[in-house]
């Protein structure tokens, strides 16, 4: 992954992640052992960088990791306010989760679809009527291509 470099107190930090464990200037960390919370989907890492603390939002279904320090995207500099998931989309999540009755595949599809879902719902740069149109069109694919699978199974036999 990539590395982020902060700025504290006229101090240079690199802050790279490495599975599970974080190099703040060379020396590991493991995540397990900062403190955290958990605030929706993410899980959020205080993270000692020079004299201040840095947030480190951790979600694998979206955006992966965000190192936040006083509001500001270490990454790109702008403002951050973590996405929240709107409530409609959990509808289009337990719509995928349906799919769970149909098997192996059902269970990938499933998995993908409340994945995409998850990252098209939060997307605030989309219009919510798109992302709405979008989630409806994610169900709709997700059920032919069952529906696909099992009318070529059938003709097979």
Do not use: Q
Request: with cysteine; net charge positive.
């Amino acid at each position: 992954m990539k590395a982020w470099d902060v700025v504290v107190d006229g101090n240079r930090y690199e802050v790279k992640p490495k599975g599970n464990k974080l190099a703040i200037n060379g020396n590991k960390v493991k995540l397990k052992e900062l403190m955290s919370r958990k605030e929706g989907m993410f899980r959020i890492y205080e993270v000692p960088v020079g004299g201040k603390k840095a947030s480190l939002y951790v979600n694998n279904w979206i955006g992966g990791m965000k190192l936040v320090m006083d509001g500001i995207d270490c990454a790109t500099g702008a403002p951050y306010t973590p996405p929240v998931l709107p409530k409609w989309a959990y509808v289009f999540m337990v719509l995928h989760c349906v799919n769970f009755i149909n098997g192996a595949l059902g269970v990938l599809l499933a998995m993908a679809g409340v994945a995409a879902t998850i990252a098209i719902s939060c997307n605030t740069r989309i219009p919510v009527i798109v992302r709405v149109l979008l989630d409806i069109v994610l169900v709709i694919v997700a059920v032919a291509i069952i529906f696909g699978i099992a009318i070529a199974a059938a003709s097979i036999y």
